[in-house]
Each structure stands twice: as C-alpha cells, then as structure tokens.
C-alpha cells in the first residue's frame, strides 16, 4: 500500500455505478466499519465529484466519482502548523513533522510531537497515547511512525531493521558534491558533549553506513538523497561532513552555508512492514518546495 502526501495519495477512489445513497455505496465499497465511515463522512473526509459531502443520504447517480479519505478519523479537531497526519490506523499513526519541534518531550520544551498527537486522541475520544518508535532532529521535518499501544510499539522498536525496509532523507549540501552516488561506511560514537564523531576504524561506537545519490547541483549546492543502512544519531550530518559537503544550515557539522535557515534535511521517504497485518506500507512525501527553488 503506497500513500503519498499530496492530494491524490491521500485518497482511494470509486465511480458509482448505479443510483443509491452514499451511506449505502460506502458500506458496500468501502473496508470499513460503519462506524468509521460516518466518523469519516463528519470530518469532511468524502468528496463526490470533487466536492466534500457530509450528509450520509446524498443521492448519487451513475458515474459520479467518490474518493474517500485514507486516513479514516475525524481530522477536523486536528489542526497543527507542527504537525500533520498522512495516516492512521487502530495500531499506528504516521505524520509528516516541520521543522522547530521535538520528536518527544526533552528538559522543559513542551513543544513535541508526541503532545500534540496525544492531545489529539484526547480530543477525538480515542484511547491509547503516543508510542515513540524512533525519533528525527528537532530541526529535521519529515515522515515519522508512533505507535498507540504498547505492544505494537514494542513490536516496532525490537524489530524495527527487520519491519522498515526503506527510509530515505533528502539534504542541500554546502559546495559541489565530486561523486554522483557512493557509500560512506565507518564507526559513529559520542563524545562527552554529546557531540558525534567519526573513525575509519572500530572506536567502540555503532557501525554506520549510508548511501548516497545526487540529485541536482550548482557550483554552490548539492541536492542529495540519502538511504540509510543503519539509522544512528546524527548519521547523515556527520556523514556529510566527512565528505567535505556538510548539511546547509547545520550549526553542529555545518560550515556557515545556511541559504533557507533550517536544518536543509528531510526525511522523504519511509517504507515498513505493518507490525499487525504484515502488509507492505509505504509513504512518500514531496521534496520541500525551498530545497528545489535553490536549483532552479
């Protein structure tokens, strides 16, 4: 199952084929309980023809085209310039994250991801809270999974290299990258600033691959697309600054080049195995307009 962040892959789509009403089409067409799809129906998740429908009687007609929402809740509680839902289940919910706010709660900041998803269950009469499975940067945006209950998150996080199976990130790099694709393998470890760095050889930290692939360049830039092998702290940025190509806007790694002030790091691409049913789930988000205009 492959959903994308725009308009399109957020929707499965139906043509009608005979005259009844749209409550009795969607009981028919659609996998979901009737529950559900009048939760659907009141937080303007079906559109007919293009245009949202809220009334479960609406007639339609032969050829009429019905998209239904994929995320499944009534989403119209849920407002977030932090946060938005790409989809939800009743074991998970993956969201696109922006940049600024913190995967869970650290010290006193009380902005995080995890707040914000739980006052939203909270608000929508769901019962569980958000499970942290893994985490992104406070200053890197992109797609990330939370589990709702325990065992599901405990599923996630102990088997988590064998369930995801695909995670990209997308970067602007500072300078012209040399290569056009390669690998970069080596050992990542802490100092005692919690500053991560790296050795060619076995330092006692975590092996660490990443591969590479460039996108687009000007004598300044570099737009790289990152898949990761093994997901540690901090790896793609210091990576990046191994190759002489630190991520723009990194004060940590960095080198100063900082052309949209932000962390130029997005996560784009996450791919796993549902740890409940076992079907192949895979999320895409578009490359952050900002990152594109620096090639045009």
Not at 126 to 144: E, F, I, P
Not at 207 to 214: C, D, K, L, W
Request: hydrophobic fraction near 35%; include cysteine; charge should be positive.
């Amino acid at each position: 199952m492959r959903f994308t962040t725009n308009q399109k892959g957020e929707y499965d789509h139906y043509e009608v084929q005979r005259e009844q009403p749209l409550l009795d089409f969607l009981l028919e067409n659609v996998k979901q309980t009737k529950t559900k799809i009048k939760l659907t129906l009141q937080g303007q998740g079906i559109k007919v023809n293009g245009k949202t429908v809220t009334q479960f009687d609406y007639p339609l007609l032969p050829g009429m085209k019905v998209a239904v929402s994929k995320t499944k809740r009534n989403q119209q509680q849920f407002k977030s310039r932090y946060v938005k839902i790409v989809y939800e289940d009743r074991w998970l919910i993956v969201v696109e994250k922006a940049v600024g706010i913190l995967s869970m709660a650290a010290g006193h900041s009380t902005l995080n991801v995890k707040a914000v998803l739980d006052d939203y269950f909270k608000k929508s009469r769901q019962k569980c809270t958000a499970h942290v499975v893994h985490r992104l940067d406070r200053d890197t945006s992109g797609l990330m999974v939370y589990a709702k209950d325990m065992e599901t998150e405990q599923i996630l996080e102990h088997n988590w290299h064998q369930i995801v199976y695909d995670r990209r990130y997308v970067a602007v790099l500072s300078g012209e990258m040399e290569q056009d694709e390669g690998t970069i393998a080596n050992w990542l470890k802490d100092n005692k600033a919690y500053v991560t760095y790296s050795s060619p050889v076995d330092n006692g930290g975590k092996y660490a691959v990443t591969h590479f692939y460039v996108l687009d360049r000007t004598p300044d830039l570099s737009l790289v697309e990152f898949k990761l092998e093994t997901g540690r702290k901090n790896q793609i940025r210091v990576h990046a600054a191994d190759m002489g190509h630190p991520v723009c806007g990194d004060s940590k790694y960095g080198d100063g080049s900082d052309p949209l002030h932000r962390l130029c790091l997005h996560a784009f691409l996450l791919c796993f195995n549902h740890p409940a049913t076992g079907e192949p789930m895979e999320f895409e988000t578009p490359i952050p307009a900002q990152f594109r205009h620096l090639f045009k």
